[in-house]
């Protein structure tokens, strides 16, 4: 019997990849999302996985899908923190309001789901977190202030877990992918996204499938000595 995962914001983009990979290696995924629900169905229909909507960035609604998933579905095992938003704009005409939004889904979602599962994984022996942070959270990236932070932010959160967990069988480990090409980046203006594809020595933006399978490495039961680190996934473009 497969393993239960949650990928959150899986199903779109990077964490598609990666909700459709897991799968396809046996693990019994449920895909969280929230903003987009016509993709969401559409995502299920295609590919068998269910999908669950709640928003990361609020604990209350992640202790009870992870309830319901429990219930439902067995013990979760893994999760990848992988939802994540952007409201680019350089500070002095950033708001309060962007500034928070992007902190609480893509960090503070982290913080949610890890300490909602954490317990089970310590008492069973056995657990797999995977954050997805950024090339920008460890570059930095101009008109992304609030996005830098948090990614930063996911980075700090993965070392001090990953020793809380070593101990008991849970590891924690983050991925900074480069630009991939999502809806995401390519809202960037292209002008702006020409310069940044210009400097990425591979010669190309990521695909969500190069993320993916560094989820499936990490999460393997045999890649239990592998914590606290940052798989840097970026054509060349940041050398960290
Ligand atoms: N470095 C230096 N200068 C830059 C710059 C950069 N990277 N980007 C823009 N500028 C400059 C522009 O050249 C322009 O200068 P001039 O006025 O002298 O021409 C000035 O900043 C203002 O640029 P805009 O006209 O674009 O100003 P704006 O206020 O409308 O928008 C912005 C600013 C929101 C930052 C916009 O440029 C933008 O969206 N940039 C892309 C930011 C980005 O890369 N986001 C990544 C999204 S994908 C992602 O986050 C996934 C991931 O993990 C990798």
């Not at 940044?196 to 010669?203: F, M």
Request: proline share 2%; glycine share 12%.
């Amino acid at each position: 019997m497969g393993r239960v995962a949650i990928v959150t914001g899986g199903t779109r983009g990077i964490g598609r990849a990666i909700s459709v990979g897991l799968k396809n290696a046996g693990y019994k995924v449920v895909a969280n999302y929230f903003g987009n629900v016509d993709a969401a169905r559409q995502f299920s229909e295609e590919t068998g996985i269910t999908s669950m909507r709640w928003d990361v960035g609020v604990y209350a609604e992640c202790e009870a899908a992870v309830a319901k998933i429990a219930a439902e579905q067995g013990p979760v095992e893994v999760v990848v923190n992988n939802a994540g938003i952007t409201r680019d704009a350089v500070l002095h005409r950033m708001s309060p309001g962007m500034w928070e939004e992007v902190l609480q889904t893509n960090l503070t979602s982290c913080f949610n789901m890890a300490r909602l599962t954490i317990e089970s994984m310590r008492e069973r022996g056995f657990g797999r977190i995977i954050n997805i942070g950024s090339v920008n959270g460890q570059a930095g990236q101009y008109g992304q202030v609030n996005y830098a932070a948090a990614k930063s932010g996911i980075h700090g959160f993965t070392k001090a877990l990953a020793q809380e967990g070593a101990a008991k069988g849970v590891t924690v480990n983050a991925i900074a992918p480069g630009y991939v090409d999502t809806e995401m980046v390519r809202a960037v203006p292209p002008a702006v996204l020409e310069k940044i594809i210009a400097r990425i020595p591979v010669g190309r933006l990521g695909r969500a499938e190069d993320i993916a399978r560094c989820v499936l490495f990490l999460v393997a039961d045999d890649a239990d000595f592998i914590t606290g680190s940052t798989l840097s996934v970026n054509g060349g473009q940041h050398m960290y």
